[in-house]
Nanobody
Framework: VQLQASGGGLVQAGGSLRLSCAVT????????MNWYRQAPGKQRELVAG???????NYADSVKGRFTISRDNAKNTVYLQMNSLKPEDTAVYYC?????????????WGQGTLVTVSS
């Protein structure tokens, strides 16, 4: 199983970016998908998650600005980021947790850098 994240880049404060994470195996539709981020000198934190049934959850710091979604037909999860702030600057990682029938194994993408300038 491979996760390929893309969509990061440099954006001014107030701008938007959309991250994508493509999963190479059909387990995608059965997996919980999350986005994490890690800023320099800080611990990795959960940004948003979406269950197999589409239930979403968000960190308080991004509620109302970020939207996570999944397209099971394309084996892809997205993170739409609006009203970006300099404090959103981080490497963003996608994460998949396989279903119990696949051992509940965790998989990580390679990370994509988001830089928000003030």
């Amino acid at each position: 199983v491979q996760l390929q994240a893309s969509g990061g880049g440099l954006v001014q404060a107030g701008g938007s970016l959309r991250l994508s994470c493509a999963v190479t195996r059909a387990i995608f539709s059965m997996s919980v998908m999350n986005w994490y981020r890690q800023a320099p000198g800080k611990q990795r934190e959960l940004v948003a998650g979406v269950t197999t049934t589409g239930t979403t959850n968000y960190a308080d710091s991004v509620k109302g600005r970020f939207t996570i979604s999944r397209d099971n037909a394309k084996n892809t999860v997205y993170l739409q980021m609006n009203s970006l702030k300099p404090e959103d600057t981080a490497v963003y990682y996608c994460y998949a947790r396989a279903p119990p029938t696949w051992g509940s194994t965790s998989y990580w993408g390679q990370g994509t850098l988001v830089t928000v300038s003030s």
